[in-house]
């Protein structure tokens, strides 16, 4: 197994827009009115090419996620995306993380779409569930207070769809449904993979001890990430076991360039505006009345006054850089603070590795990729240099004669009643004349047509 | 099973200014807060979203002329909020059961801002149990054309703002920057509003349900309200059966910490009219 597992995290950020001096803020309130389909449609398509290309330059699994009304992340459906990328890729995973399942009117939607995805992609899909963040709330018609409460209903409800024989009966608080009986049913057993993004409350890292989900953690300094880790690990030892390393990542955006100047220079201004620009949100937006539980907002509210932790827009440069909120320089450098970092924080993987930071270029972007692929990744690689999902067999066969020889015929071969025939006619061989007896439906065309006068 | 399952308990806060120690009395398994004072007519009275825990200046005019009794809500001041309090349904039959154990069957009702949403559906589920209803610079209708602000949306500072056209008065209500337990205190119970209040901020049936209204109504409004839009409280008005609407001059949404002795003296007059 690898050192370290690399994922190229996109948010499909859309930057031409005002100045952030102008306004308060880039989420829920700044019109949509700037949005000009047209560079839209360039952006997008660029992003997915990039998406595309991690698997040609060997990263872990391309991941995308869900935002709503705001310039930051311009992905209101992943689930949409996805279904492009694992047709334009063949082995890479690719993870939604993840869908936002308390915004939802009818969280079997989203059990039904990740099926069918994992089944179309042959169990590539890592599924992973969030909450949303504050700001999103106020686009929504559901009260932030019901937030925690609606996740973990409809997070119930998605596990036992995926995993018991339906129909049964779903008697919730916020969805009743008389059937729950979702087809296609996922590819991965029990179901696929699930990841679920924190920012460190300990109810959420008690929740994914419980059920042994993998942590993603989002933007913070790495004192940060470190404490939060080790509770987690804790957690998971209260629970009865010792978690494994890949239940660690971190989200540490990442640029490389030539020399530790020239990756500065091309990054700066781009991962400024990341968290200047595109998490400008003041306060009250971030923290809506109920979305945190009172304990949690007092934890927080605590370490804010402290000036232990800080609003993402109120970090500078220099800040992001000290407390390794990101990871820039040659790839000595990154390779260094890499592993460093890991080994400091305990993190088998990181997220945000050479993505699309803001308003940077493609070319930038497809730059960073490759150095760090070349220059970095074989480092934290065995000899190989593979990612390792591509030494372990995939889940689905890659030719129909492999997916005969493995799975021969289907438990239930497609039989039914055909008018005038007895027996039940096996469709595989329906069309054969010792089955079918053409002359039998000749005689019945012939029947069916009026007789002339 | 109880009706309160889990409540989250915190030390509450006792701001420095009026305030006075509630009673409690244990209702459906919740003990409410409440404070009362004075003699006469029963008058009930249902708190906005904040300035709880505390006897205010309105309230200690009240009680000279009428026996003023001021529960807390779920999430509010001294009462917890039960994890399974969800709606003004469940607030409506708490304080039914409440008002009852106190002997309180028949009670003039007020209610401020989002209180005075609360009030118009107490009235509209017991009707007859309302000699009076007074709503103060109300929420709960939909204005169409103009929905106003979103109080959720705002900082504290334009909150505030917002909330007080008088500035002196404002000043004199300005929550402590540096009262770290008051601030969560704050949140809890914003967050106790959110729960009531967040989606939809209306409820359509309100208009049909407050048909059946016999008592007489009053609907004070502000001279000019920067929270809530005006034609709310004159929505109220029009919808409301034997209403009517008064205006306190020189107020914003804020009209009892604002203009208590103006305000005081058209409640006392409207109850001793409808009693």
Redo the contacts between chains.
């Keep these: 197994m690898n050192k370290l597992r690399f994922y190229f995290f996109h948010l499909m950020p859309y930057p031409y827009i005002p100045p952030e001096t102008e306004y308060d803020s880039t989420w829920v309130t700044l019109s949509n009115k700037y949005y000009d389909p047209q560079r839209g449609r360039v952006l997008y398509n660029e992003y997915i090419d990039q998406l595309c290309a991690a698997e040609k330059f060997g990263f872990d699994a391309a991941i995308v996620n869900e935002h709503h009304a705001n310039y930051y992340g311009t992905m209101p459906s992943p689930n949409i995306i996805t279904a492009m990328l694992i047709q334009r890729t063949s082995r890479m995973p690719v993870g939604m993380i993840g869908n936002a399942i308390p915004l939802h009117g009818n969280p079997l939607r989203v059990a039904e779409e990740v099926a069918m995805l994992d089944v179309i992609s042959g169990g590539r899909i890592i599924s992973g569930f969030v909450r949303g963040i504050g700001p999103e709330y106020f686009n929504n018609g559901v009260a932030p207070a019901d937030s925690v409460a609606r996740f973990d209903e409809a997070h119930d409800l998605i596990i036992k769809a995926w995993t018991e024989d339906g129909p049964f009966t779903w008697q919730g608080e916020y969805f009743y449904i008389p059937n729950v009986n979702p087809i296609p049913r996922p590819m991965q057993q029990p179901h696929p993979p699930i990841w679920i993004p924190g920012q460190g409350s300990l109810e959420t890292l008690r929740f994914i001890a419980e059920h042994k989900y993998t942590y993603m953690m989002i933007y913070a300094p790495q004192w940060f990430t470190k404490a939060v880790f080790s509770g987690l690990r804790d957690e998971c030892l209260r629970c009865g076991y010792e978690a494994p390393l890949s239940m660690f990542n971190a989200a540490v955006p990442t640029y490389v360039a030539e020399t530790d100047e020239q990756a500065h220079r091309e990054a700066k201004a781009h991962l400024s505006w990341l968290f200047n620009t595109g998490l400008k949100i003041p306060q009250q937006l971030f923290f809506p009345p109920g979305y945190m539980t009172v304990k949690s907002f007092r934890n927080f509210a605590g370490a804010y006054l402290k000036g232990k932790v800080k609003n993402p827009c109120e970090l500078t440069y220099d800040d992001m850089i000290k407390h390794r909120y990101i990871i820039v320089g040659s790839p000595e450098t990154v390779k260094n603070s890499m592993g460093e970092y890991c080994e400091d924080v305990v993190a088998g993987g990181i997220l945000n590795v050479g993505s699309a930071f803001g308003p940077m270029p493609n070319w930038m972007v497809m730059k960073n990729m490759q150095i760090f692929a070349e220059e970095v990744m074989p480092e934290f690689r065995e000899a190989d240099g593979k990612p390792d999902y591509l030494r372990e067999e995939p889940l689905a066969p890659v030719t129909y004669a492999e997916g005969a020889a493995r799975f021969g015929e289907p438990e239930e071969s497609a039989r039914s009643k055909v008018t005038g025939i007895d027996d039940l006619i096996e469709h595989r061989t329906a069309h054969v004349p010792e089955v079918i007896d053409a002359s039998q439906i000749d005689k019945a065309v012939h029947d069916s047509k009026p007789s002339r006068s | 099973m109880s009706y309160v399952d889990v409540i ?1 308990k ?1 030390e509450i806060p006792k701001p420095d200014k009026y305030y006075t120690e509630p009673s409690f009395e244990e209702t459906l398994g919740l003990r409410i807060a409440y404070r009362r004072e004075g003699s006469g007519e029963a008058v009930v009275f249902l708190h906005g979203a904040g300035y709880t825990r505390r006897w205010l200046p309105m309230y200690q005019m009240m009680a000279k002329g009428v026996d003023f009794v001021a529960p807390e809500a779920p999430g509010f001041g001294e009462t917890p909020l039960p994890t399974s309090f969800r709606d003004f349904g469940d607030l409506v039959i708490l304080y039914d059961q409440f008002l009852q154990q106190l002997g309180l069957q028949e009670i003039h009702l007020i209610g401020y801002s989002m209180g005075g949403w609360a009030a118009a559906e107490f009235a509209s589920y017991y009707p007859n149990r309302v000699k009076s209803l007074t709503l103060i610079t109300p929420i709960g209708l939909r204005l169409e054309e103009n929905p106003g602000v ?1 109080l ?5 500072p334009e909150l505030m703002d917002r909330l007080f056209n008088d500035k002196a008065v404002m000043e004199e209500y300005m929550p402590d920057p540096d009262n ?1 337990d008051e ?2 205190h704050l ?2 119970e ?2 106790a ?3 009531l209040i ?3 901020r209306y409820n359509l049936a309100l208009e049909r349900r407050l048909q059946r209204l016999t008592c007489p109504s009053l609907v004070v409004r502000a001279e000019d309200d920067r929270l809530v839009p005006n034609e709310m409280a004159e929505k109220f008005a029009d919808v409301l059966p034997a209403s009517r609407l008064e205006m306190i001059p020189e107020t914003g949404h804020e009209i009892c910490l604002e203009r208590p002795e103006q305000l005081t003296n058209v409640l006392l007059r409207f109850i001793k009219e409808a009693s």
């Design positions: 989250d915190t979103d959720f949306q705002l900082s504290p770290f601030g969560i949140y809890a914003f967050s509003a959110a729960r967040w989606a939809p």
